[in-house]
């Protein structure tokens, strides 16, 4: 089976980065010797554009693209694209929908103008715009179909996915041919592996919304390696090759007991194994 090329996405080893910027480069390079092709980044831990380009650059690693909240891109999305730009990404993904902008609320009209607008404005300085979904995006809409495939209606030609596969599977559907069905227009997959028990309560705590913090979880739901949770991985694989996609990037939430670096090795081992 033909390969894709891998990159983590670097808020899979956030502890490492966020109080240690200096440590960039060796983590970096760790990155290398396990046999990532690039990186993914969400946020510049007060490090330059410049700085990061280089330091990639030098190592071996692609800046293949970065993650910015809707809100930052709604203030200022010309900075957003400069900095992507200066570092070298090829794209600008939109990490999730905010609450107040999500399907069937009043500001999700205002979400799909904005889609449109940042990306003219990532045109400009040559990147594409992404999103990533979490599960929320495949609520039902009036139509029947889903809110995930309404964002890709609404906006036609405009818009590309980054499919989470995590996320599609805890949604209820199937990774493989949701890639499938979005064939060409997933330039980037999200490989994120998971284990789920029952109905645990408030699983995106770490993406701010812990309002069920304090209820009595129904189940276990908790991220792992790639690999080392309840995903599938070669009809996944298949179908992201078949799509035209250009990159796997693997994502690990949280890790627990094992550390995050760890968790990255292992990920990438195993899809050595898979023959990636």
Known sequence: MKALPVGLQLYSIRDMLEEQPENFKPVMEQLRNFGYDGVELAGTYGLSPEFIRDALGEIGLNPISAHIPLTLMMEDSKKA??????????????PYLPEEFRHNTPGYERALAEFSRIR???????????????D?????????????????????????????????KVAGFNPAALISQYKKRCPIIHLKDFIK??????????????SN?????????EFRAVGFGQQIWL??????????????????????????????????????????
Not at 83 to 94: F, K, L, S
Not at 197 to 210: F, Q, S, T, V
Not at 213 to 221: I, M, V
């Open 81 to 94: 694209a400069n900095e992507c730009a200066t570092i070298g990404c090829q794209y600008v993904v939109i």
């Open 235 to 276: 009809p996944i694989l298949e179908a992201s090759v078949q799509a035209e996609a250009k990159w796997a990037v693997v994502e690990q939430d949280e890790h627990y007991s094992i550390p995050s670096i760890e968790c990255a090795r292992r990920s990438r081992e195993h899809l050595k194994i898979l023959g990636w």
């Open 120 to 134: 003219h404005v990532m045109q400009d300085h040559g990147l594409k715009l992404l999103y990533h979904n979490h």
């Open 213 to 221: 913090s304090q209820c009595e979880s129904d189940g276990l739901f």
């Open 197 to 210: 028990e029952g109905a645990p309560k408030n699983m995106y705590k770490l993406i701010g919304l812990d």
């Open 136 to 168: 929320f995006e495949f609520v039902a809409m009036p139509d029947g179909s889903t809110g995930f495939d309404d964002i890709y209606k609404r906006v036609p030609d405009v818009l590309e996915a980054e499919p989470d596969t995590c996320w599609i």
